[in-house]
């Protein structure tokens, strides 16, 4: 079991995602992102840097749910947008 401490943490982390640190497999990780309670199924996340992501193409943006309190999402390099 987690503490309320350390999910509040992992919550308020969440909210932020630069993707550049998950390499090849940063959309597979964004897709999988909005499916879980810590970013309330994508509706807490308020960044997102794709930045250089080559693997993040049309078709993961298509995949994501409304993200109602996305404020920020850079996709420079991303050259399948």
Same mark, same amino acid.
């Given at each position: 079991?987690? *503490? *309320?401490? /350390?999910?509040?943490? /992992? #919550? %308020?982390?969440? %909210?932020?995602?630069?993707?550049?640190?998950?390499?090849?497999? @940063?959309?597979?990780?964004?897709? #999988?992102?909005?499916?879980?309670?810590?970013?309330? %199924?994508? @509706?807490?996340?308020?960044?997102?840097?794709? *930045?250089? /992501?080559?693997?993040?193409?049309?078709?993961?943006?298509?995949?994501?749910? %409304? +993200?109602?309190?996305?404020?920020? +999402?850079?996709?420079?390099? /991303?050259?399948?947008?």
């Amino acid at each position: 079991l987690v *503490s *309320s401490t /350390c999910y509040r943490l /992992c #919550r %308020k982390a969440f %909210k932020i995602l630069r993707l550049q640190v998950f390499g090849d497999a @940063a959309a597979e990780v964004l897709v #999988r992102l909005v499916t879980v309670g810590l970013t309330e %199924k994508g @509706a807490a996340i308020s960044h997102i840097d794709a *930045s250089f /992501c080559r693997s993040v193409t049309n078709n993961t943006l298509k995949a994501l749910p %409304k +993200l109602p309190a996305l404020e920020y +999402l850079n996709l420079d390099g /991303c050259q399948d947008v």
